[in-house]
RNA sequence: GCUGCUGUAGCUCAGUGGUAGAGCGCGUCCUUGGUAAGGACGAGGUCAUGGGUUCAACCCCCAUCAGCAGCUCCA
């Protein structure tokens, strides 16, 4: 037998018979054999222990400086927690799942339990000295291949009926004869690995919630308790993990949202219905007036509706009854003589009404495009468990357009929506973001229309994003009932993703209302319809705002824009007119005449992100200028008053392109 | 909706089976100060709500409501 090692360097080892990374490690040197924890061959991450045998092969060491490292360290903590939680709570407790997680931004991995009691938070602690005992134990963990039928014995005789069924299905739909077991003292799993050579490799680590989970994540199996953790090589890294998961929490909407006073929400109004504060407003109405600026420039008509419905209407276009439990109740008013109930709901689109517009006249092809958008509130009644500040709301705001165009021009359009998105994303900075285009799922029942109709439509969007060149994923069952969608997803604070901008296409709402156009030919034809909305939601996309900017607005979004503040009260006279010289050129402008030392007042200012602070004492006041202070920056210079308004304002007028005051 | 945790002053949080405390904020007064906290005094709480246990509950138990983390859902 010949067994031929290339290593990453170049050079290559021959061994005549079948060899372990680990040897191959210790035969280059005793320090790699000792710092070894996992190899990589051809490319595949493997166990220190795999048998290499006759052939060639790429072999990479991987230690405690390879990024996969971390993947195997995390996936062998979470089997140290199973290990804990067996000799805790013995057998009864049954372990599931345990998977490191890739790029999530709080967690390094978790385990699933079925447990007979529940387990608090202040058990953790508890089962964390369990783990510190195994690792301090040094186990060595040892990977077996066993036939299915002995795998499946072994774990029904430790009573693991959850590792029984996985094995079952793994057999049955992978067709698999043998699995991968792995052992550690007396703990046995079921698992691909690969993992550390032995519990002792274990560093730090920290388990940092428990929460429930639904066993294969489906809400009508068994609800399982899911301990999650993270764990590194060494101590810094994990406290500069939780350092930034700190400074992350500092940047939540809902707590800047309270320190800049920008929204509440009020138990008496109701959960998901969230007050916007006179600042709070003041970005949402920039926001608004800047778009519809935009839209407007681009041929759209903005149109009212008001905010609730007849049933009937949303019985026509398939949002009642068939979403019924994801609204409010609606307004009963009576029945009618075919028994049918009759009354109103709350829009939970506004779709519906802008089709009555479409519809109020005949249309020509001569009017097509036409596009009708409208600031309309929409209410969902969102399960109780989904609410969170502003990013999961029950009424909110949706900038919302329906686009009613032929086919002809369906592409362009889209290409134009695009193009929309992309600038109020690029405006505001946020340019981490992926772009999903939602497709049809399995289930049928839960579109509506004909296939033929998908088809045109999942191959329109296929044409926009490839002719645009964008990048995007395609995932199946995230279409809208009408029809597919490209969604824009950022991240929050916490890494949870959100969908911003949509862009849908819609040729069956059209068919429902039987919507139609003369064409140039005088036959009569049926619309396309796009519904799409740039910020999504003015609730979520505002809440992202807040966390992306950290509450640091831009000077043309911020809600204060600047705050002059006396040295003394002696100046208070020259503080107000500096004051009101920048209130009539249309800048926010807070006047603080508190007795405060300046020292205080720039603290306070700086507190609530205010971008420019304006100081006035005696030299300002002699020369009629301002000292002005810079958000982030500090001291900029004094500059006559004059100057610094017209610069302020062209600040604000290029929305955030042109700073005022920067030294060049 | 499900699992777990949490709910004390406007905010952030201490605290005890014997009817409550700090810091910040707020008010008044003193100070008139030059680039991130000057000083003094004061007001402010049915300890989420409703039941129960107890001589006695903010504290223990149950329920409800709300928030947080996660799961599920999201037209």
């Not at 060639?56 to 062998?76: C, F, G, W």
Request: proline content about 5%; glycine content about 8%.
């Amino acid at each position: 037998m010949t067994v031929l090692i290339e290593l990453p360097d170049g050079s290559s080892l021959k061994y005549h018979k079948a060899v372990t990374p680990a040897c191959v490690a210790a035969d280059i040197s005793p320090r790699l054999a000792q710092a070894a924890l996992a190899a990589e061959v051809d490319g595949q991450p493997t166990d220190l222990t795999a048998e290499l045998t006759q052939g060639s092969h790429r072999l990479r060491i991987l230690t405690d400086r390879d990024e996969q490292s971390l993947q195997v360290l995390r996936h062998t903590v979470a089997h140290v927690l199973a290990q804990a939680m067996r000799r805790l709570y013995g057998r009864e407790v049954q372990y599931t799942i345990g998977p490191p997680l890739t790029d999530d931004f709080q967690y390094g991995f978790y385990y699933d339990f079925d447990l007979p009691k529940p387990l608090g938070a202040e058990d953790l602690e508890k089962v964390e000295q369990e783990m510190r005992k195994i690792v301090a134990e040094d186990i060595p963990i040892r990977r077996t291949e066993l036939p299915v039928e002995q795998a499946r014995k072994r774990f029904a005789e430790l009573g693991q009926q959850y590792k029984v069924e996985m094995i079952d299905d793994r057999a049955r739909q992978e067709g698999l004869s043998t699995v991968s077991l792995y052992e550690q003292g007396d703990f046995l799993d079921l698992c691909r690995g690969p993992h550390l050579p032995s519990t002792g490799k274990v560093k730090v680590f920290k388990l940092l919630s428990v929460a429930g989970a639904y066993w294969r994540g489906d809400e009508a199996r068994q609800m399982l308790t899911r301990v999650y953790g993270v764990a590194f090589f060494d101590k810094k890294q994990l406290d500069e993990h939780l350092q930034r998961i700190e400074e992350a929490r500092k940047r939540d909407h809902r707590v800047l949202g309270r320190q800049l006073g920008l929204f509440l929400l009020s138990d008496e109004v109701g959960p998901g219905l969230p007050l916007w504060l006179p600042r709070g407003a003041i970005v949402r109405h920039e926001l608004e007036s800047w778009l519809r600026g935009e839209l407007v420039k681009r041929g759209y008509q903005m149109v009212v509706t008001p905010h609730i419905g007849k049933l009937g209407l949303y019985r026509t276009s398939g949002h009642y009854p068939y979403y019924k439990e994801s609204q409010f109740p609606p307004i009963l008013t009576g029945t009618s003589a075919e028994g049918q109930e009759q009354g109103y709901l709350l829009k939970p689109m506004n779709c519906p009404h802008h089709v009555q517009i479409y519809k109020s006249t005949q249309r020509s092809y001569r009017e097509l495009p036409l596009r009708l958008a409208e600031f309309g509130t929409v209410y969902r009644f969102e399960q109780s468990g989904e609410l969170t500040g502003l990013t999961r709301v029950r009424g909110y705001c949706c900038d919302d357009a329906h686009i009613f165009c032929t086919p002809q021009q369906l592409e362009s359009e889209l290409e134009s929506c695009v193009g929309l998105v992309e600038l109020v994303l690029g405006t505001l900075e946020l340019r981490d973001y992926r772009v999903r285009i939602g497709l049809r799922g399995p289930d049928s029942s839960k579109y509506v229309g004909e296939p033929r109709n998908w088809d045109l439509a999942e191959a329109n969007i296929r044409s926009v994003v490839s002719a645009l060149g964008m990048n995007f994923t395609e995932e199946p069952d995230e279409a809208a009932f009408y029809g597919p969608k490209i969604d824009f997803i950022v991240k929050d604070c916490l890494g949870r993703e959100w969908q911003l901008g949509t862009i849908q296409v819609d040729y069956n709402i059209p068919e429902r209302f039987g919507l139609e156009y003369v064409g140039a030919d005088n036959a009569v034809h049926r619309p396309v319809m796009i519904h799409r909305a740039p910020f999504g939601s003015l609730e979520r996309f505002i809440g992202i705002l807040i966390e992306h900017f950290g509450g640091a607005f831009p000077l043309w979004l911020s809600p204060v824009q600047l705050a002059v503040l006396p040295v003394s009260e002696k100046f208070n006279d020259y503080a107000a007119e500096v004051a009101g010289s920048a209130g009539s050129a249309g800048l926010r402008v807070e006047n603080d005449d508190t007795p405060d030392k300046i020292a205080a007042k720039i603290r306070r200012w700086t507190l609530q992100k205010v971008p420019y602070l304006l100081i006035v004492g005696a030299r300002e006041a002699g020369a009629r200028s301002v000292s002005v202070r810079r958000r982030g920056v500090g001291e900029v210079g004094s500059f006559p008053l004059a100057e610094a308004v017209q610069a302020l304002r062209e600040e604000v007028n290029s929305r955030g392109a042109r700073a005022a005051f920067c030294k060049t």
